[in-house]
């Protein structure tokens, strides 16, 4: 069973930093593109960043030049950056991953972090 596992959600003031870190487990193949994506209260849940196997990297307009996601592939790990934190960052953040196993490729989704941002 192929599992993704986030994990570095937390309480930070405004213009702090976290690091948000994704593990993939399981019987895997390989993974094609990884991502992030966060849901505040009362809203839905939106693209943060991605990243493909080949380290292209896409980004939220509110988040360039102050978050950055990064992969190693060898370890089915994904890494997401934050920095210059803003209260308005403050969601649940979910790690999603299409991840190809002898079942064929499937979208799979972390349990989800929690990130708050004080201001």
């Known amino acids: 069973q192929v599992r993704l596992v986030e994990s570095g959600g937390g309480l930070v003031q405004a213009g702090g930093s976290l690091r948000l870190s994704c593990a993939a487990s399981?019987?895997?193949?390989?993974?094609?593109?990884m991502g992030w994506y966060r849901q505040a209260p009362g809203k839905q849940r939106e693209l943060v960043a991605t990243?493909?196997?080949?380290?292209?990297?896409n980004y939220v307009d509110s988040v360039k030049g102050r978050f950055t996601i990064s992969r190693d592939n060898a370890k089915n790990t994904v890494l997401l950056q934050m920095d210059s934190l803003k209260p308005e960052d403050t969601a649940v953040y979910y790690c999603?991953?299409?991840?190809?196993?002898?079942?064929?490729?499937?979208?799979?989704w972390g349990q989800g972090t929690q990130v708050t941002v004080s201001s």
């Open positions: 999603n991953g299409y991840i190809y196993a002898s079942y064929g490729g499937v979208a799979y």
């Open positions: 399981g019987s895997i193949i390989s993974i094609a593109t």
């Open positions: 990243i493909t196997s080949g380290g292209s990297t």
